[in-house]
């Protein structure tokens, strides 16, 4: 059985990846319930077998110990999130088990004492991403107090860069009360934080353009820079790199301009060439990158060992126990990609890229969600800051790229990377939560039902966007449809019939009976179309010949939210009595 683990593994986790995106081809959580319960069968089947491998070939019983109090605690997860939170996505909560109950079985076979701290880590984070998503809602509290997000920030890499810890070179951690962390880890989030509330402050937006303006965009630069400037200087060369990355990406997001994103890559290559030039491990690992054999006793024994491994495990891998991981120094932390890759095998490797994939596109799909463009900026901020740390430490283990130190979200071994991933996992999912309980009351209009217009007749979604003004902006929300669901507009196109019939149901019962009795005739243009009035106000009218008694014209203005997006007119031709017409 143990000679045959290997490949159920590897099969558990295949199926397990193909059902996080055959779920997209649903539309409801009732049709995708039954994926979601065969990816948590497949769960628990590949974290029990791989501890029955470890137990058979160790013949450890704290091995059985582990393997029972992590299953309760995953499942503890899975239920206790579902009845708390029954709007969440159960992909996002499935996914995070996934990758933990891989991470416990690998760090049990490297070591028996951090699979032990993994696992209270793991439950400290549980404990918060059963909390935090309840709390999500007021996270606009710190839209009003941004600047103060940003200055604690700065604060704690201050106090990092002046009395922290160096390790591998590079001044990155913090101890406090025998508890060493990694700051740069929790300010990344007050960074996020700090940039959704600057880019969306109402007082700072320029009226015209709806967009930040110069002095905003140039204060943000300044703060941006003096992040990563100080991680420079401490020699943390990775997280300055992922702030960089996540500046870019928020503030295209804001302004929606592709120079940014060439002038990001323009100055992340600069960077790079600069840190080149003043650093000196950033020259060995460089070195190490581009031929890691020419120095396979020093510098490149890391990556050399690296590539030996994955390239020794092939598909299915030589299974647990089998190979010799603990040849890579820290492959706990930042190697734990190719522990899996030599014992696990190639194709689970892959599952674990498509799976965090998927985590990544539902954080883009539910930051699409949100109405609410402050919240919409955060969520992309939380994203990215994902999706490139996976891109970071993968790339950096297969010599796609150099190293940079970063750890692979919930797979690696490290405390302050486990718990600030649950954190943006719980705020997402917080997030989430909100959108879909706003569209369930009615109360917003942003999270469409997208059978509508699909029943209707119409192969296209609605703008998620429109009719729909920035909080406290205290104007009328108003939904815009297309313009084939718009009863005024209709009554203008359609036959003569329609408009008399419609008419008719409006006027007094004798003109209903005798309409040749009529006291007037309605004046109807050549083309059948309405005439167009002079423009009054910056309005266009919309008017046809018939007596006040049964036209008004009525100013319905229509907004749309987007981030400070110019208002549109719509005028709105009604009957003095509007209300019959929307019974009939």
């Known amino acids: 059985m143990a000679g045959l683990s290997k490949y159920f593994i590897a099969i558990f986790v295949i199926f397990y990846t193909f059902h996080c995106f055959a779920v997209f081809s649903y539309k409801n959580d009732e049709e995708r319930r039954i994926f979601y319960v065969f990816q948590n069968v497949l769960m628990v089947l590949t974290h029990l077998l791989g501890f029955y491998v470890l137990y058979t070939r160790s013949h450890d019983s704290n091995m059985i110990i582990l ?130 509330g600057l880019f969306t402050d109402e007082d700072q937006i320029d009226p015209q353009t709806g967009k930040p303006t110069i002095q905003q965009i140039a204060a943000s630069a300044l703060i941006g820079g003096a992040y990563v400037g100080i991680l420079a200087m401490c020699k943390d060369l990775g997280s300055a790199l992922m702030f960089f990355v996540i500046y870019i990406f928020m503030l295209y997001v804001t302004v929606k301009a592709p120079l940014v994103l060439i002038g990001g890559v323009g100055g992340m290559a600069a960077a790079s060439a600069l840190g080149y030039r003043l650093f000196a491990h950033v020259r060995n690992r460089v070195r190490a990158w581009k031929d890691p054999f020419s120095d396979i006793e020093g510098a490149g024994y890391q990556v050399a060992q690296s590539i030996f491994a994955i390239g020794t495990g092939s598909w299915f891998g030589l299974g647990l126990m089998g190979g010799s991981p603990k040849s890579i120094p820290e492959v706990a932390k930042d190697f734990i990609f190719a522990a899996i890759s030599e014992e696990m095998g190639g194709l689970v490797a892959l599952c674990i890229i498509l799976i965090s994939m998927s985590n990544f596109l539902m954080f883009m799909n539910i930051s699409m969600s949100i109405s609410d463009f402050y919240l919409r900026l955060m969520a992309v901020g939380l994203a990215v800051n994902y999706g490139f740390q996976v891109i970071l430490t993968i790339g950096g283990v297969t010599k796609f790229i150099p190293l940079t130190g970063i750890t692979l979200p919930l797979v690696s071994y490290g405390g302050s990377s486990v718990l600030v991933t649950f954190v943006c996992f719980s705020i997402i999912q917080g997030l989430y939560v909100l959108s879909r309980q706003a569209a369930v009351d009615g109360e917003e209009e942003g999270y469409e039902d997208e059978d509508f217009y699909r029943k209707a007749g119409k192969a296209v979604y609605a703008d998620r966007d429109a009719s729909r003004s ?56 050549e083309d059948n179309d309405a005439r167009m009035a002079p423009e009054e106000d910056g309005m266009d009218l919309v008017t046809i010949a018939e007596p006040e008694f049964y036209s008004e014209i009525i100013y319905e203005p229509v907004y749309e939210t987007g981030h400070g997006r110019d208002n549109e007119k719509d005028i709105v031709n009604r009957d003095h009595k509007g209300s019959d017409r929307e019974d009939q």
């Open 67 to 196: 393997c029972v109090l992590e299953e309760i605690l995953l499942f503890a997860m899975i239920v206790l999130f579902r009845m708390l939170y029954p709007f969440a996505s159960r992909l996002i909560t499935n996914n995070i088990c996934m990758l933990l109950s891989i991470s416990f079985v690998m760090l049990a076979r490297l070591s028996y004492a951090r699979a032990w701290r993994q696992f209270l880590i793991a439950a400290f984070g549980v404990v918060l991403a059963l909390i935090i998503p309840h709390l999500t809602g007021s996270v606009r509290l710190i839209k009003k107090h941004y600047w103060i997000a940003g200055i604690i920030g700065l604060a704690i890499l201050l106090v990092m860069m002046t009395v922290g810890s160096v390790t591998n070179g590079s001044k990155i951690s913090l101890t406090i009360a025998g508890v060493t962390f990694l700051p740069s880890e929790f300010v990344r989030l007050l960074f996020i934080f700090f940039l959704a």
């Open 470 to 525: 920035s909080e406290g902006d205290g104007r009328k929300q108003t939904r815009r449809e297309p313009d084939e669901y718009r009863h005024h507009e209709r009554a203008h196109r359609e036959p003569d019939e329609y408009r008399h019939h419609e008419r008719a149901h409006r006027e007094p019962e004798e003109y209903r009976r005798h309409p040749e009795e009529r006291p007037y005739q309605r004046e109807e243009p």
